[in-house]
């Protein structure tokens, strides 16, 4: 079985390098209209696997309200498109298209019957970080879901 360190392929994607300002590992601080009065702490990293090929990231809310999740970037070239699958502990798995600004990241989810999305803007000295949610049960009325706010750890 070979590993990252026996494959050429094992090297940085450059479609990726815009994800670059998520990379490390961040307190996470938020709230969820789902859950009145309760504030969620955890903690969330990004980090290059495969020698950059792709990103993970991995996260963890401490309350048991809010799961956690890992997720998998990558691109394809010929779509021109990001994509970032996830799964959480519920065992619940979706892909969702991604995109990325200078200082924005989104993601969205377009299902009939759930769809999601969010928008993440990164302060300008990159050490903070706010992502706010929506869901929709029926893609035209969208509801508040999750919202965060990161701060750089490392």
């Known amino acids: 079985m070979l590993d990252s360190t026996d494959n050429e392929a094992a090297k940085p994607n450059p479609a990726l390098k815009p994800l670059s300002a998520l990379v490390g590992t961040w307190t996470t601080i938020g709230t969820h209209p789902l859950v009145p009065g309760t504030t969620f702490h955890g903690r969330t990293s990004f980090s290059w696997i495969e020698g950059g090929a792709f990103l993970v990231m991995r996260s963890r809310i401490d309350e048991a309200d809010i799961p956690s999740g890992i997720a998998i970037f990558g691109t394809d070239d010929d779509a021109g498109e990001c994509s970032m699958l996830y ?14 600004g200078s ?34 049960k029926d893609g035209e009325h969208w509801e508040p879901d999750l919202e965060l706010t990161y701060t750089r750890a490392d």
């Not at 799964?87 to 990325?100: A, I, K, L, N, Q």
């Open 87 to 100: 799964f959480d502990e519920r065992g619940v798995s979706r892909r969702y298209e991604v995109s990325f």
């Open 103 to 136: 200082n924005s990241w989104n993601w969205w989810r377009n299902d009939p019957a759930f769809s999601q999305r969010l928008e993440g803007t990164i302060a300008a000295d990159g050490r903070t970080m706010r992502t706010r949610g929506e869901y929709s």
